[in-house]
T-cell receptor, first 110, second 113 residues
Framework: SQKIEQNSEALNIQEGKTATLTCNYT??????LQWYRQDPGRGPVFLLL?????KEKRKERLKVTFDTTLKQSLFHITASQPADSATYLC?????????FGKGTMLLVSP | SQTIHQWPATLVQPVGSPLSLECTVE??????LYWYRQAAGRGLQLLFYSVGIGQISSEVPQNLSASRPQDRQFILSSKKLLLSDSGFYLC????????????FGDGTRLSIL
C-alpha cells in the first residue's frame, strides 16, 4: 500500500539557519508533490507544488526538490525565523485527490 | 478572491447524537470539494470528495456521510456519533483543472462525550 514518511520527531533549529525537512514515499508514482504549512488549530496552507518532471522549485526563502528515483522530496527554509515554526506536511498528488504525510513540526528558536 | 467557510469552529456532542457540519466556498464555480479528519498525532485522512453536485466518493467506510446539495456547499453528516468520531474536521476545495493545490477551511474541532 502507499506509504508517506515524514520525520515524526520535531526539528529544532536556531534562527538564521537552514531547515531541511524530508518526505519519503513508497508504492507510489505521483504526478506531483505539494508542501503545506499547518499552524495549531488551523487548516493547512499551500506553500509549493513540484511536478514529477521538475527537479527543484523555489519561492522566496523556500526550496523544494523532488527525486523520483529516490522517491524523496526535500523542503528547505533558508534564513529561518521563529515565525516559520509550524508543522509542515507533504502531499502526493493523484488525479483528484492528495495523500498527506503526518507532518514534521519545525521549531525555530531566536 | 476565493474563500472557504466552515462552521461551527468547535462542537461538543454526546455519543449517539446526530451531526451536521457545513462548508461553503465563494468566488469559484464547480470546485472539487473534500472532507478530511485529522486525529491527534495522525495525518489528514480523506473521508469524502466530490467533483460535482450530487457526486460523492467515499474513501473510508464508516458511519459518516456527505452530501453536495449545491455547487459550492458540502455537508458532512452522521445519524449517530461514536466516540471514535472525535477529531478535527477540515473542508477543502480545489480548482479541478490541472495540478492545483487544495485550499482548506479553519476546521471544526469535534469532541464526543
Amino acid at each position: 500500500s502507499q506509504k508517506i514518511e515524514q520525520n515524526s520527531e520535531a526539528l529544532n533549529i536556531q534562527e538564521g539557519k537552514t531547515a531541511t525537512l524530508t518526505c519519503n514515499y513508497t508504492n507510489y508514482s505521483p504526478a506531483y508533490l505539494q508542501w503545506y504549512r499547518q499552524d495549531p488549530g488551523r487548516g493547512p496552507v499551500f506553500l509549493l507544488l513540484i511536478r514529477e518532471n521538475e527537479k527543484e522549485k523555489r519561492k522566496e526563502r523556500l526550496k523544494v526538490t523532488f527525486d523520483t528515483t529516490l522517491k524523496q522530496s526535500l523542503f528547505h527554509i533558508t534564513a529561518s525565523q521563529p515565525a516559520d515554526s509550524a508543522t509542515y506536511l507533504c502531499a502526493l498528488g493523484g488525479y483528484s485527490t492528495l495523500t498527506f504525510g503526518k507532518g514534521t513540526m519545525l521549531l525555530v528558536s531566536p | 478572491s476565493q474563500t472557504i467557510h466552515q462552521w461551527p469552529a468547535t462542537l461538543v456532542q454526546p455519543v449517539g447524537s446526530p451531526l451536521s457540519l457545513e462548508c461553503t466556498v465563494e468566488g469559484t464555480s464547480n470546485p472539487n470539494l473534500y472532507w478530511y479528519r485529522q486525529a491527534a498525532g495522525r495525518g489528514l485522512q480523506l473521508l469524502f470528495y466530490s467533483v460535482g453536485i450530487g457526486q460523492i466518493s467515499s474513501e473510508v467506510p464508516q458511519n459518516l456521510s456527505a452530501s453536495r446539495p449545491q455547487d459550492r456547499q458540502f455537508i458532512l453528516s452522521s445519524k449517530k456519533l461514536l466516540l471514535s468520531d472525535s477529531g478535527f474536521y477540515l473542508c477543502a476545495w480545489r480548482n479541478p483543472r490541472g495540478n492545483q493545490p487544495q485550499h482548506f477551511g479553519d476546521g471544526t474541532r469535534l469532541s464526543i462525550l
